[in-house]
C-alpha cells in the first residue's frame, strides 16, 4: 500500500535509473582490465619518441593520434610510409591506370596504414578499429586502444628472448641453406662446365685417333710400295751386272781378235791358196764378229736404256725414300700427338675422377642439405609446438582473465545490489520516517482538537 504516491514514483525511477547506470557498469567491467589510466599510457607513448600528455588524451588531435600509431606500427610491424607508399602507389596504377592521380599520395597512403594497423589491432585484442577513430578519435576509444596495444608491447617484451632465440635459430638455418644453395649452384656449373669439357676432348681424340687410323693406313701402302720398288730395283741392278759382265766379255774376245789378226799379217804373203783360205777364214771371223758386235751393240743399247730406266728407277727411289722420311717425320708427329691424346685421355680420366668426386660432394651436399631440412622441419614443428603451447597459455591467461572479468562484473554486480538495496532501505526508512512524522503531525492535531 503506497501511502505517498509521489515517493514511490520517484523510487521506481530511481531503480530505472540505477538499472541503466547498471548496465553501463557492467559494459565497463569487461575492459576494466585491460585498461590504463590517463598518465600512464601518455608516459608509454613518450617513451617512444612521441611527446603526449593527458590533455592531448582528453582533447585528441587526428594528426597527433596519427602519428602516435605510425610509430607503433613501425614498431611492433616494420610498416613505415616508405615500406607502404610503394605497394599502394602499384595499387592506384593498377586501378586507375593513367589518372593515377586522380587519388591523393596521401590518402591511398593512409589507407594503405588503416589496412596494416587493423591488422594489428587485431591481434592485440581490438576487433572494431574503424576508420573514424584515425579521423575523429574521442577519449574512451584512445583510452581502450592504446591500453591494449600496450598491455601487447608489454606482453611481446616479456617474451623477447624466446622471440628472439627462435628467430635467431631460423636466420641461422636461412643463411646456411642459402650458403649450401650457393655451393650446390657453383657445383653444378662447375659440373656442368667439365661435362662440356669433356664432350669436347671426346670429339677431338675421336678426331686424332681417325687421323691416326688414316696415316696408319697410308704408311702401310707407302710401305707395300717401297718393297714393290726395292725388289725392282734389286731386280734392275742384277741385270745391269750381267749385262756388264756380257759386255766385257765380249771386249776381251775383241781384244783377243785383234791381237790374233796382228799376229797373223806377216802370213799375208804366203801363197794366194793360203791367203784365200785365210781370207776366208778371216772373213767368217769378222762376220762373226760382226754379228757379235752388233749382238753387243744391241745389248748395249739395251742395257743404256736398262740404265736410263735404273736412273729413273732410282729418282723413284729417292722419291719413295723422301716419302718415307716425311712419313716417318709423320709418324713422329702423330706418336706425339698419341702421347698428347693420351695425356688428354689421362686429364680427361682425372677430370671424370673430379667429376665423380664433385658428384660424390653434391651427394654428400644433398645429403646435408636434406638432413638440414629435417632440422629445419624440426625447428620449425618444435616452434610451431612452442608458439601452440603460447598461445595455448594464452589463451589460458585470457580465460583467466575473461574468468577474473566475469567474477569482477559479478562482485560488482552484486555490490550495485547490495547498494541499490541498501538505497531501497535507507528510502524505506525515510519513508517510513515521514509517515511517522505525519501520523505524529495528525495525532497532535487531533489531541488539539
Same mark, same amino acid.
Given at each position: ?7 514511490? =514514483? =520517484?523510487?521506481?525511477?530511481?531503480? =530505472? ?40 588524451? &582528453? ?15 613501425? &614498431? ?21 591506370? *593513367?589518372?593515377? *592521380?586522380? /587519388? ?28 573514424? *577513430? ?13 591500453? !591494449? ?38 657445383? *653444378?656449373?662447375?659440373?656442368?662446365? &667439365? ?45 745391269? =751386272? ?12 775383241? %781384244? ?10 806377216? !802370213? ?48 723413284? /727411289? ?12 709423320? %709418324? ?25 668426386? /664433385? ?60 547498494? /541499490? ?29
Amino acid at each position: 500500500m503506497d501511502y505517498n504516491p509521489r515517493m514511490s =514514483q =520517484q523510487v521506481r525511477g530511481a531503480n =530505472q535509473q540505477n538499472r541503466g547506470t547498471g548496465g553501463k557498469k557492467k559494459e565497463d567491467d569487461s575492459d576494466a582490465f585491460m585498461r590504463l589510466p590517463d598518465k600512464e599510457i601518455a608516459g608509454c607513448i613518450s617513451d617512444i619518441g612521441v611527446p603526449f600528455s593527458p590533455a592531448d588524451l &582528453l582533447k585528441p588531435n587526428p594528426q597527433q593520434i596519427q602519428l602516435v600509431f605510425e610509430w607503433f606500427a613501425e &614498431l611492433l610491424m616494420n610498416a613505415t610510409r616508405e615500406t607502404i607508399e610503394p605497394a599502394m602507389r602499384a595499387a592506384a596504377a593498377d586501378v586507375c591506370g *593513367d589518372f593515377v *592521380d586522380i /587519388v591523393p599520395a596521401d590518402t591511398r597512403n593512409l589507407m594503405g596504414f588503416y589496412v596494416s594497423l587493423k591488422k594489428l589491432l587485431q591481434e592485440c585484442g581490438i576487433s572494431d578499429f574503424s576508420f573514424q *577513430d584515425l579521423l575523429k578519435p574521442t577519449h574512451d576509444r584512445l583510452v581502450k586502444i592504446f591500453s !591494449y596495444i600496450i598491455n601487447f608491447v608489454r606482453f611481446r617484451e616479456s617474451q623477447t628472448g624466446i622471440i628472439d632465440e627462435h628467430f635467431n635459430k631460423a636466420e641461422t638455418t636461412k643463411a646456411r641453406i642459402e650458403t649450401l644453395y650457393v655451393e650446390n649452384q657453383e657445383m *653444378d656449373t662447375r659440373l656442368a662446365d &667439365l661435362k662440356r669439357n669433356r664432350k669436347a676432348m671426346e670429339s677431338q681424340v675421336k678426331d686424332k685417333v681417325r687421323r691416326n687410323d688414316e696415316l696408319k693406313e697410308r704408311l702401310l701402302e707407302l710401305k707395300a710400295k717401297q718393297e714393290r720398288a726395292a725388289e725392282r730395283f734389286e731386280r734392275v741392278k742384277s741385270e745391269k =751386272q750381267r749385262a756388264t759382265g756380257v759386255l766385257e766379255e765380249k771386249t776381251a774376245q775383241t %781384244l783377243n781378235v785383234r791381237q790374233e789378226s796382228s799376229k797373223l799379217r806377216p !802370213y799375208v804373203h804366203q801363197s794366194s791358196s793360203a791367203l784365200q783360205a785365210s781370207l776366208t777364214e778371216l772373213s767368217n771371223s769378222l762376220q762373226t764378229d760382226k754379228a757379235s758386235i752388233d749382238s753387243l751393240d744391241r745389248r748395249t743399247r739395251a742395257l743404256q736404256t736398262s740404265t736410263d730406266t735404273f736412273a729413273v728407277v732410282t729418282n723413284d /727411289v729417292l722419291t719413295c725414300t723422301k716419302l718415307l722420311e716425311e712419313v716417318s717425320h709423320e %709418324l713422329g708427329k702423330e706418336e706425339e700427338e698419341a702421347i698428347k691424346a693420351g695425356k688428354h685421355r689421362d686429364a680427361l680420366s682425372e677430370n671424370s675422377n673430379s667429376v665423380r668426386d /664433385v658428384e660424390r660432394t653434391e651427394n654428400l651436399l644433398q645429403r646435408q642439405l636434406a638432413k638440414w631440412n629435417e632440422r629445419t622441419e624440426k625447428l620449425r614443428t618444435t616452434s610451431a609446438e612452442k608458439a601452440r603451447s603460447a598461445m595455448e597459455h594464452m589463451e589460458e591467461l585470457r580465460a583467466v582473465h575473461r574468468q577474473l572479468t566475469d567474477e569482477r562484473g559479478e562482485k560488482g554486480r552484486e555490490m550495485e545490489k547490495r547498494r /541499490v538495496r541498501i538505497e531501497q532501505t535507507e528510502k524505506k526508512q525515510a519513508r517510513a520516517k515521514n509517515i511517522n512524522d505525519v501520523y505524529s503531525n495528525d495525532e497532535l492535531q487531533i489531541v488539539d482538537d
